[in-house]
């Protein structure tokens, strides 16, 4: 059955825009209808997949084998584990919601916008499936095209520039990530005697063995990729203008979901694959990390621009993820996995918010706002419950990851230096100052523009966007564990493996202190 | 003289369906482009399935001169393939120019026959004369819009470095003739492998000169200067034949040629496959960074379709099963890809060369959406996106230069698809992104449209279903 749930959550979307080819573009309705249906089934689909989930476990659960270029070795290799399965239902939540949102705003080419949309939702739950490489870069590759036109063709002002920046920049990563690909499935071709491999169960047995200059390339080359996409500082100037520029539900996908591939991938490909350098770069990496939570927060605290501001607060935030993930530790990276999803939650809903004060006003400025919870107090509510998830109240689901990542930092015997967690504990500081700031020039104090003294409160359709999405910020800020159990085992696991390949190669690294 | 005339059922059906029954009908029907057109199209889907039921009889025949089956009946279908789709696509074109002479369609069979003289020569002189047969009906056919000063300007520019490149092979053959004492591929190659350490000079001289020949062929650096002038000067359908056909049958002889040349065992084999490896990097980037700059799409593709012959000598450098296979793999899905974009250009210019400024897509998406997604898929494929086709062949010819130890050479591979997604994709941004300017009436397919539903199609599906392909293709080497 649970094999069953993850095809029907990989092709679901596929089929879905493959229908939508039939129907007639004047009936947006319908398209839309059909769209929300499916992206609504893929999402119920996918909650099958728990049940039958051994949380026990770390391998790979419901794995599907099937060949597709046996000459290349490339096949049709899918499955899931704790961290991937956590991945799948945000994107498979966050779909649905993406769809109600531009149920109004998106009113133009509507058949082209929800056929992108689902092959949008195919590539990405592809990715977070894949457990062969080539299919891991197809899909990976794939996810670039609807992107692209949902900024290009649906976007703001200077949409085609952000466009063509966002495929450019994740493009020169991805290749590079191509012929690194190639270059290890030759490698460990060569030790098992078997050849070119893409076969992600091969590769891990083996690939830790390689040589360790070849080892540092191989990990360069796929950083490089994941790290453009979470963004890492310095490569993050591709996100504020994809932010800014893409429509709502394209932001909410972006920020969402889309951020999330990178530091999956770090998690699935560097750490698992490549541990002695792993551990190697980890503190360089780490740096640029907590700059990037510094640096993301002082720019986002001067910015004018409501979405803006979220869109750096988004680099901010990911700097705790690679720092979590690079510290090597189990609440760590614990602490990152759940924050991945806690971040797409709390970010996904403050940009639907910015998306429903657009709606009604077609401005973000925050000065052309002030006041505004005295004529949408639900609104503020909802606002506020965002706002303070993505701050990192306790209580809420922001804090759980935060704290983890920064114990896991703090307590880090590859960082080896409790400045890391000292620093990026400012940020949380920062988060709080540019956050509540722009809350309050926002919603609070009085409300003088008389063009914002008759806004609606929110609509059945926006409370169905945000209700979910804050229940599930409630639940992961009260009881985390449901969620982390899943991820646990998996995430054990990947420490366990650095700490027995870092250790056997003591000569060219500092022996980890003990695990804990 | 024992004939396999089984083995040679495409090449005769192609010769006699040309020559003797060909221009006799010619000769005796006056006015019917209709019959000849058909008759012609007949020909090539005969060729074609002749050259698939004959592809299992493999060996060689008229005293070892051609050689049968596998490689050489595929490549038949790839040319045939193209030529019908080019045919379909030139009849709506030339009617549009007022130049619809039944004398086109002999021109572009006699090409076919040229190039299918090409993939299945297992003698210098018979490539010879293949060559030589496809690229003076190339140079005629360049020059088919008569009163066009463009086209004429081509085909004299074509004409003139042909012949001298041509006269480059020739030399090249002698000298290879002097230093093995045969003309044969197999017995050259043997010489060459027993003689692996003191190869005599004259046949690494010949070698190189037969190299730079064929580099002119396939415009590679530094013998591409003429292909962008040629391309945009031609008709769009002769352009669209001449890129992808022209540089296939050119490809197939490469690949056969520099498999007698270069034998593994040969040291001269290693500094052959450095001068070819950094022809193919300086290709790759010159052709996609001078594409960048250009405002005229055909001179675009045609920069395009320089660089993509950059990234198929990965496949020569690399000298092995994978590298020919990715080749052979390669060269499918770049003719059907770059035959579309081709016949989408086609379909939208005007007479006398109007509206082939790359501002004139701006806003296709709204004005014929059909047509703007077929170029939209072509351009990506051609970028080496995954689903698409290209981005198959692309991987195929990175994992065979890896392999044989030039990661290098991947790494300016890779630089250079970047710099070609930017140009790919500003033509998407063009079509899809802008608004369309001024009036225009509606563009007609005709018979072109089925050019473009077939190769749309390949586009997108050839790469999922590369397997029978790939196995097919590691079977011949």
Not at chain 2, 252 to 261: D, G, H, T
Request: glycine share 8%; net charge neutral; hydrophobic share 55%.
């Amino acid at each position: 059955m649970g094999t069953a749930a993850l095809l029907a959550t990989l092709f679901a979307p596929l089929a879905g825009s493959l229908a939508l080819l039939f129907i007639h573009k004047d009936q947006a309705k319908a398209i839309k209808t059909t769209a929300l249906v499916f992206s609504v089934l893929t999402f119920l689909g996918s909650t099958l997949l728990v049940p039958g989930f051994d949380a026990g476990s770390a391998a790979m659960q419901f794995t599907v084998d099937m060949p597709w270029l046996t000459s290349i070795d490339a096949g049709l290799r899918l499955g899931i584990d704790g961290t991937s399965l956590l991945l799948v239902l945000l994107t498979t939540l966050i779909m649905p919601i993406a769809f109600l949102t531009s149920w109004g705003s998106v009113t133009k080419s509507v058949k082209e916008y929800n056929v992108l949309m689902l092959l949008l939702q195919f590539g990405m739950t592809g990715v977070f499936m894949a457990t062969d490489t080539f299919l891991f870069y197809v899909f990976w590759e794939l996810i670039l095209i609807p992107m692209y036109f949902i900024i290009g063709i649906w976007g703001g002002k200077d949409r085609i520039y952000a466009a063509i920046k966002f495929f450019l920049y994740t493009l020169v990563g991805s290749l590079l990530m191509l012929v690194a690909i190639i270059w290890l499935g030759l490698e460990v071709g060569a030790m098992t005697g078997n050849g070119f491999t893409a076969n992600l169960a091969v590769l891990r047995e083996h690939a830790p063995m390689i040589a360790p200059q070849v080892q540092t390339w191989l990990f360069l080359a796929f950083a490089l990729s994941f790290l453009i996409k979470v963004p890492l500082f310095p490569l993050h100037t591709w996100l504020p203008d994809a932010h800014v520029q893409a429509p709502t539900a394209g932001s909410v996908i972006l920020a969402g979901v889309l951020l999330k591939l990178g530091t999956y991938g770090l998690i699935r490909f560097n750490l698992d694959l490549f541990p002695v350098a792993s551990v190697q770069f980890a503190t360089p990496i780490s740096v640029l990390a907590v700059v990037g939570i510094i640096y993301g927060a002082l720019v986002a605290m001067v910015q004018t621009d409501i979405k803006k501001l979220v869109a750096y607060s988004s680099v901010s935030h990911l700097g705790f993820v690679v720092l979590g993930i690079f510290s090597m530790t189990t609440e760590g990276i614990q602490g990152a996995v759940i924050q991945m999803v806690n971040h797409g939650l709390s970010t996904g809903m403050l940009f639907l918010c910015v998306g429903a004060l657009y709606e009604r006003r077609h401005t973000r400025e925050i000065a052309d706002y002030g006041g505004i919870t005295s004529v949408m107090p639900r609104f503020a509510v909802l606002f506020a419950l965002a706002m303070f998830a993505s701050v990192g109240l306790p209580g809420l689901n922001g804090f759980v990851g935060e704290f983890l990542t920064l114990l896991g930092a703090f307590t880090s015997p590859v960082l080896n230096n409790q400045m890391f967690a000292i620093v990026s504990a400012s940020g949380v500081i920062f988060a709080a100052v540019y956050l509540l700031w722009m809350f309050q020039r926002v919603m609070f104090g009085t409300n003088d523009n008389p063009e914002n003294k008759h806004l609606r409160d929110l609509t059945a359709s926006e409370y169905w966007q945000l209700v979910p999405l804050a229940v599930f910020i409630i639940w992961i800020g009260v009881a985390p564990r449901h969620f982390m159990h899943f991820s646990e085992t998996s995430v054990k696991a990947v420490v366990e493996r650095v700490g027995t390949f870092t250790g056997k190669v003591s000569s060219v690294l500092p022996l980890p202190q003990q695990q804990r | 003289m024992h004939i396999d005339y089984f083995g040679s059922l495409p090449l005769i059906a192609i010769w006699l369906g040309l020559g003797a029954i060909g221009i006799t009908i010619q000769a005796f029907v006056r006015n019917n482009t209709r019959l000849v057109f058909g008759y012609y199209l007949g020909t090539l889907l005969l060729t074609a399935a002749l050259a698939l039921i004959t592809s299992g009889h493999k060996g060689t025949t008229f005293q070892d001169m051609i050689t049968l089956g596998g490689v050489a009946n595929y490549f038949d279908v790839v040319f045939c393939a193209a030529g019908v789709l080019t045919m379909l696509a030139a009849r709506p074109y030339l009617q549009r120019e007022g130049v619809e002479l039944d004398e086109f369609y002999t021109l572009l069979v006699s090409a076919t026959a040229g190039m299918m003289l090409m993939a299945h020569a297992n003698n210098l002189l018979v490539l010879f004369v293949g060559i030589e047969l496809m690229s003076i009906t190339f140079y005629v056919m360049a020059g088919f819009l008569r009163t066009n000063i463009r086209s004429v300007e081509a085909s004299l520019k074509y004409f003139l470095l042909g012949a001298f490149a041509s006269g480059f092979l020739v030399y090249g053959m002698s000298l290879i003739y002097g230093a093995t004492g045969s003309l044969q591929y197999n017995v050259i190659r043997d010489v060459v492998a027993q003689n692996a350490t003191n190869f005599p000079t004259l046949f690494a001289i010949g070698a190189v000169l037969m190299a730079v020949a064929m580099s002119f062929k396939i415009a590679a650096f530094p013998f591409h200067q003429w292909a962008p002038d040629v391309y945009e000067g031609s008709p769009t359908v002769v352009t669209a034949f001449m890129s992808t056909a022209g540089k296939a049958a050119a490809f197939s002889a490469f690949v056969a040629l520099f498999i007698a040349l270069m034998p593994g065992t040969s040291t001269l084999t290693p500094q052959l496959q450095l001068m070819l490896a950094v022809v193919s990097a300086i290709t790759m980037l010159v052709g996609n960074i001078t594409a960048v700059a250009q405002t005229n799409i055909k001179r675009m593709l045609a920069y395009s379709s320089i660089a993509h012959a950059g990234y198929l000598l990965m496949g020569i450098v690399s000298n092995s099963a994978d590298g020919y296979s990715g080749i052979a793999f390669y060269v499918t899905s770049y003719v059907f890809m770059q035959l579309g974009a081709f016949v989408v250009v086609g379909i939208l210019e005007r007479q006398n060369n109007s509206l082939l400024e790359i501002n004139d897509y701006a806003g296709l998406a709204k004005r014929e959406p059909m047509l703007a997604f077929s170029m939209a898929v072509f351009m990506l494929s051609l970028a080496g996106i995954p689903p698409f086709a290209g981005f198959f062949g692309k991987y195929l010819l990175f994992v065979a230069a890896i392999e044989t130890g030039y990661t290098w050479l991947t790494i300016v591979a890779v630089v250079s698809s970047v710099v070609s997604a930017y140009f790919y994709l500003g033509l998407i941004v063009k079509m899809y992104f802008t608004e369309p300017s001024g009036e225009r009436e509606p563009a007609t397919a005709g018979l072109a449209g089925i050019t473009l539903v077939v190769t749309t199609a390949v586009s997108i599906v050839l790469g999922l279903f590369a397997s029978p392909f790939l196995a097919t293709f590691k079977s011949w080497w």
